[in-house]
C-alpha cells in the first residue's frame, strides 16, 4: 500500500539557518513519482517538484535541494539560508504510476522560520 | 496560462443550506480531483474524475455530497444540506494523467457552515 509519512509535525529555525524536512514512503511498484508542494499561509498549495522513481539524481534549485534516496525510501528536502517567507506547510506526497492517478499526501511539516 | 479556478473563494452560510462550489481545470488536464482540508484531517481526497467520469469517491464523507464533472472544463461539488462540520477549505486541483501526473491546486473555497 501506498504511504507518506512526515514524521517532522512541526519545526522552527531562525532565519539564515538551514533546515531539513524529512519524507519516508512506501510502496510496492517500481515506478512512482514523488513530490513537494508547499503551503504558505495564504493557503495556496504550490507545486514545487516532481522526481521519478528512475532518477536518483538530487535537484537543486536556487536555496532548495533535494535528496532522493531509494535505498532508504526517503525524499528529503532542504532549505539552505532559510528566510521568514519560507514559512508554510511543506508536503511530501507520492504516485504510483499507471496505477490510478491518485496523490498520496503525508500530513505536511509546518515550518516556522523565526527572524 | 491560467492556473485552476474556484468559485467563490469564501462561503458563509446557515445550516442547512444547499452549496455549490465550483471549479475550471486547466486546459488540456484531464484529471479533476476535489480535496478538502482541516485542521484536525488535514488534507482529504474526496473525489476524482478523469475525462468527466468519475474515477473513485470513496472519499466522499455522505450521500449529503456529490459532484459533477459535465464536460472537461467544469466542475462541481455540492453539499447539501450542509452542516458545520462541513466547514473547511475545498480545493479543487488537476492534471495531465500521462506522463507526469502533478496535480495543480485552485486557490480553495473556504467554507463556513453557521
Known amino acids: 500500500a501506498q504511504k507518506v509519512t512526515q514524521a517532522q509535525t512541526e519545526i522552527s529555525v531562525v532565519e539564515k539557518e538551514d533546515v531539513t524536512l524529512d519524507c519516508v514512503y512506501e510502496?510496492?511498484?517500481?515506478?512512482?513519482?514523488l513530490f513537494w508542494y508547499k503551503q504558505p499561509p495564504s493557503g495556496e498549495l504550490v507545486f514545487l517538484i516532481r522526481?521519478?522513481?528512475?532518477?536518483?539524481q538530487n535537484e537543486i534549485s536556487g536555496r532548495y535541494s533535494w535528496n532522493f534516496q531509494k535505498s532508504t525510501s526517503s525524499f528529503n528536502f532542504t532549505i539552505t539560508a532559510s528566510q521568514v517567507v519560507d514559512s508554510a506547510v511543506y508536503f511530501c506526497a507520492l504516485s504510483e504510476a499507471g496505477r490510478d492517478d491518485k496523490i498520496i499526501f503525508g500530513k505536511g511539516t509546518r515550518l516556522h522560520i523565526l527572524p | 496560462d491560467a492556473g485552476v479556478i474556484q468559485s467563490p473563494r469564501h462561503e458563509v452560510t446557515e445550516m442547512g443550506q444547499e452549496v455549490t462550489l465550483r471549479c475550471k481545470p486547466i486546459?488540456?488536464?484531464?484529471?479533476l480531483f476535489w480535496y478538502r482540508q482541516t485542521m484536525m484531517r488535514g488534507l482529504e481526497l474526496l473525489i476524482y474524475?478523469?475525462?468527466?467520469?468519475?474515477?473513485?469517491d470513496s472519499g466522499m464523507p455522505e450521500d449529503r455530497f456529490s459532484a459533477k464533472m459535465p464536460n472537461a472544463s467544469f466542475s462541481t461539488l455540492k453539499i447539501q444540506p450542509s452542516e458545520p462540520r462541513d466547514s473547511a477549505v475545498y480545493f479543487c486541483?488537476?492534471?495531465?494523467?500521462?506522463?507526469?501526473?502533478?496535480?495543480?491546486f485552485g486557490p480553495g473555497t473556504r467554507l463556513t457552515v453557521l
Open positions: 486541483a488537476s492534471s495531465s494523467r500521462q506522463p507526469y501526473n502533478e496535480q495543480f
Open positions: 474524475f478523469n475525462n468527466n467520469v468519475p474515477i473513485d
Open positions: 522526481r521519478n522513481s528512475f532518477d536518483e
Open positions: 486546459s488540456g488536464h484531464n484529471s
Open positions: 510502496t510496492r511498484d517500481t515506478t512512482y513519482y
